[in-house]
């Protein structure tokens, strides 16, 4: 009977090995996913696809129906991503994702983009797309024998979304926004730093005990253009540890008051409890 039993296990045990070997088995996908990125001017694109081979089978006309609805790959829609606000053939697209669909024809293929929902092409068959166009294929004399989609003849604001397969190649014109952003960057940084920036400089000098004059001049700075009850609090604690009492203790009142106009109980009981703190000091050096 223990024989049974340790015939039956070993069995047991020698099915379990060859299942998880199988399970362990990888094979190639017929449609390998791609991802594509690419900065066009200042606008990361990225294009998420799968690729299919022709396999010495006719694409165009007999893999791909001419006229037909087509995921443009393989498996799932294939996904454009614009990081920012671009023109796709001429046509205005907001910054985000979008399922390319197309109708590939002999003298023209209509592409449409339709806001990404979900990896399911068919999905998007009877949605009226965002935008659509239609662009002339060209003939190529070099065969390209998988799928490919990629973004060329780039320069600042503009480049070309190609599209190819077997003979064919579709190319998309593509336009970036450049000069308003690098203009808004120019007026940024020729402008000089920004109150925030003024205030955590100063806020870093004061933690990390170096020069306070030099903290001072910063905080004075940041709460010259935009003055919170926070940066007020700090040019007080800067003026108390200086010990020019009188002028930390009119800030701190000056904190208070837009502290208690926002509801922040907390600053206004840490300002008072400074002020009765200086004035101690004050009165102090004053004997």
Not at 45 to 58: C, D, E, L, M
Not at 129 to 153: C, K, S, Y
Not at 175 to 196: L, Y
């Amino acid at each position: 009977m223990k024989k049974v039993f340790l015939s039956i296990a070993i069995a047991a045990m020698t099915a379990l090995s060859i299942h998880t070997l199988e399970a362990q088995i990888r094979t190639p996908a017929a449609s390998p996913s791609a991802e594509l990125k690419q900065t066009v001017g200042l606008t990361e694109v990225t294009i998420n696809y799968s690729r299919p081979s022709a396999k010495g089978r006719v694409v165009f006309g007999d893999l791909v129906p001419m006229n037909e609805l087509w995921r443009t790959g393989a498996n799932a829609a294939t996904k454009l991503t614009f990081g920012d606000n671009v023109k796709v053939a001429g046509k205005e697209l907001k910054k985000g994702s979008y399922a390319i669909i197309t109708a590939p024809g002999q003298d023209g293929w209509k592409v449409m983009l339709h806001m990404y929902e979900s990896t399911n092409w068919g999905s998007y068959a009877e949605k009226e797309p965002f935008a659509a166009f239609v662009i002339r294929p060209d003939r190529t004399a070099e065969f390209t024998e998988t799928f490919t989609i990629a973004i060329n003849d780039i320069t600042t604001t503009t480049a070309s979304i190609d599209i190819r397969w077997e003979n064919t190649k579709i190319s998309i014109p593509l336009e970036v926004e450049v000069d308003t952003r690098v203009q808004d960057d120019i007026k940024r940084v020729m402008a000089g730093p920004s109150a925030g920036d003024y205030s955590a400089a100063a806020s870093y000098y004061h933690d990390n005990g170096k020069d306070l004059n030099q903290a001072l001049e910063w905080i004075q700075k940041a709460n010259a253009s935009t003055p919170r009850y926070w940066t007020l609090r700090r040019e007080a604690q800067i003026l108390g540890d200086l010990k020019r009492y009188d002028e930390a203790i009119k800030v701190a009142e000056k904190s208070s008051a837009l502290a208690s106009e926002s509801g922040d109980d907390a600053y206004v009981r840490m300002n008072k409890k400074s002020i009765e703190e200086w004035s101690k000091m004050k009165g102090k050096t004053n004997k």
